[in-house]
Each structure stands twice: as C-alpha cells, then as structure tokens.
C-alpha cells in the first residue's frame, strides 16, 4: 500500500468519526494531512541535528543537506567537514566521500556497505521524510483500533520559531518477536517490509550483513514495530515532521531535528557536481 493511499484511508476514517472528541480526532487528521504532505516534497535542503544509540553510546552529529528525490542526488556536510555526495545520474553505485582526515583522498564507497554504514542507524537514501512516513504508516497499522489510546495530541508548541503540532506515541505492546526469512531476503528488505529499520536487525542478530542475502528459514529477532514511544512536531505550514524523539525498551534511540527546512526548491544541477565552487572535493 503507497503512502499516499495510506493517507487518503486515514482522512477518509477520521471523516467516518465526526462525534470522536475534537482532540484525538485532531490528531489522527493531521498524521493523516502529514503523510499527503510528505509524498509530494520532491526536494529539501536543511540543517539536520541527529542523535543515535550506537552500542550503548550516544552519538551526536549536525549536518547541512541538500536532497533531491527523483533522479535521487543529494548532498550533505556534516560537522567534522566530511562531505558526502550522490548523484544516481553520475554513478548509481556509489557515493563520493570527502572524508576531511587523512589520506586527504577523495573516496567512491558503497553507501549499503559497512564503511558507510558504520555506526549509523540509516544510509543516505534514508535522509529526508518519505522513511519517516513508512515508519509512521506501520505504526499507525498497528495500531488500529488502539489508535485514540495510543496516539494522543497534546497541542501547539514553539519549535525552531514556528508554531508545530505536538503529537505523543506510545505503543504498549512493543516487543522483539520471531521472523522467519524469506528466499532471497535481506536486512534491507526485511525492515522496509515491516518498518522497523535496518540497524535493530543487525543489532539483535548475529553473522549476518546489511546487504547480503540471509539464509532462507533463518530465525531472526526483530522488533514488533519501530519504537515503543515517539515524540513528534509537525510544523503546522509545512505539515513536515521536523522533530522526532523515540525510545525503545532499552530507552532513548534517536532523535532527530530539523532546522532551516525549505522543500520543492530549485536546485541547479551543478550542486550535485563534485566541482561545485562550495564544495572540497
């Protein structure tokens, strides 16, 4: 089911229910509003402060991204200057680093591999909403019925100097379970199927890689949904998420803030060239 089907259900669920109180179905409207709103960005540029539980450890990074959907190019800088970019119409395979530490060598690397993907909890082709969208797509899948318990709206707040909704989930239910591979699956298929995310998987399992195909009828521990509790700011113009906070059973997870946003801008194609004037490539 796309995420733009998803939402027209959802508005048209929130519609069936006009004696609902006012507040949960505020909530559920405007998850519903958010998700429309995320399939049309078509390109983004902003200030990304992220936070992420890597074995045990909190890491804290800030990066400046430019991104643009469709062909897929993006370009970030992050606050140890390591420059990062990506254009599917130069090379599909991989991405060009400018690791700002020695050799001081330009680097071509794998963006699903191990390298890129270390002590990250998601690759570059996750940088912007539409994974936050198929997250809260499964989120609000399992739900269902519970949706007014466990989906509470809880007013509009400051954020950035823009006025956001304030939306709280909290899943009671939150648990690892067993999954059963598939043939010809991967952790990167298997957590887009579910909507839980790569890096748990990898986490909670052993001898297995991000790309490589996992043994069929192999075992797995996965989570039951993405987090146990998220905290949410929906910018009320934009109807973006520009706040997200979750937790898992082991507590804080992620977190990840986004400032400056601007969306369906005009980038010029040399932005996403190595020879860019404001790059160090």
Known sequence: MSIRFFAVILIAIFSLSPTQAGRQNSCRHLIAQM???????????YTLHAAERVKGKILRASSQIKLHLSPRQLYFKNNSGVEVLYNELI?????????????YINLKLDPFRSIMRNNQH??????????????????V?????????WFTYMGVIKFNNRDCHKIYFEYPDFKYVKYTVHKKE??????????????????????????????????????????????MYIDKELNLPVYIKAFDDAGFYESYEFYDLKVNMNFMPTEFEKSFAAYHF
Do not use: M
């Not at 090379?91 to 050799?103: G, R, V």
């Open 91 to 103: 090379d599909k395979e991989e991405a060009l680093i400018n690791p700002n530490a020695f050799p």
């Open 122 to 139: 998601h690759t570059i082709f996750e940088l912007g909403f539409h994974q936050i969208g198929g997250i809260l797509q499964n989120a």
């Open 35 to 45: 998700i429309e709103s995320i399939e049309h960005v078509k390109s983004a540029s």
């Open 186 to 231: 991967t952790v990167r298929s298997i957590a887009q199927k579910l909507g839980i995310g790569e890096y748990r998987i990898i986490q909670n399992n052993t001898n297995i890689s991000f790309t490589d195909y996992i043994k069929e009828g192999r075992i797995l521990k996965v989570p039951n949904v993405y987090a146990s509790k998220t905290l």
């Open 141 to 149: 899948k399992q739900s269902e019925l519970n949706f007014d318990k």
